[in-house]
């Protein structure tokens, strides 16, 4: 039977283990999530075991990233099934800690990413990316790995972490991983739960669409003209709203009215309650 990857709950356990990884020459990774594993976070634990000896995967529902009316309170925690599910994979340890051991009484310092966390969803959600960029470079000072993984799925939250990560010459190399996805192309995510059958089945035609705009804009296809069809696409396949649909320079994310460097087209639709984000490469002809 595979067995379940240690547990710790505090900076000073954590940085014990890493520091004992650290005096037998093992190179240290780690796996930043918020729980409700799903096969999405193990491919992470997957991806990283090929650059790193002791993996850890820390499990923390962050409260400074969610805003007003979010769903904080009903976000799925369930530690002993994520416990279950990285029993077996690479998984060396598990940090879950408390929220006041990673905001203790009398915390005030914040990290905020200017620019890059002021449009798309940072437009939406008002205070997200600064929550995102203080836990996040938290936990790098708690455990100061070699490499980090994250999904690409949150295609702009990778690029906030390693703007702050090359900021403040924090020294971890910072690793993006690819998107997986359900049978039917749905991005794999923790809030997928939330969707109802039949919410679950106009879900699957987000792909579908963003697929779509790639070839159009690889076609030559006016971008603004492709954006707007993929806005107008997702509202007749059934999704309630469409927050955004833009191609980004990939580096900058910056609009583009033109495919004249690597781009990304950025998106997120409504069904209900639930947002879905979505994101793909299109490469520059």
Do not use: W
């Amino acid at each position: 039977m595979d067995k379940q990857p240690d547990v710790v709950r505090t900076i000073s356990d954590l940085r014990a283990r890493v520091a004992e990884a650290r005096h037998a020459g093992k190179r240290v990774g780690l796996v930043p999530t918020m729980g409700a594993l799903h096969h999405g976070h193990l491919s992470l634990v997957d991806a990283i075991s090929a650059h790193a000896d002791m993996i850890i995967v820390s499990i923390f529902v962050n409260p400074t990233q969610f805003g007003e009316g979010e769903d904080f309170d009903a976000y799925p925690r369930d530690e002993k099934d994520d416990l279950n599910k990285l029993a077996p994979t690479a998984a060396s340890l598990v940090y879950a800690p408390t929220a006041q051991e990673m905001y203790p009484e009398g915390d005030s310092t914040k990290v905020s990413v200017a620019d890059f966390s002021e449009r798309f969803e940072g437009a939406h959600r008002l205070g997200h990316f600064d929550g995102v960029a203080t836990v996040v470079s938290k936990l790098l000072m708690q455990c100061l790995p070699d490499i980090a993984v994250f999904g690409e799925k949150d295609y702009q939250q990778l690029a906030v972490i390693r703007q702050f990560v090359k900021d403040l010459a924090i020294p971890t190399t910072i690793m993006g991983a690819p998107i997986v996805r359900e049978m039917d192309g749905l991005a794999a995510s923790s809030r997928n739960v939330y969707l109802s059958a039949h919410e679950r089945q106009t879900a699957g035609q987000l792909n579908v669409v963003l697929s779509k705009l790639v070839d159009d804009v690889k076609s030559g296809s006016p971008i603004a003209d492709a954006e707007k069809h993929a806005s107008q696409s997702l509202l007749a396949a059934g999704f309630d709203a469409v927050d955004y649909v833009n191609v980004v320079n990939s580096a900058t994310l910056q609009p583009l009215t033109t495919l004249s460097a690597p781009a990304r087209v950025l998106a997120v639709a409504r069904l209900g309650a639930v947002r879905l984000l979505d994101n793909m490469a299109i490469e520059a002809p």
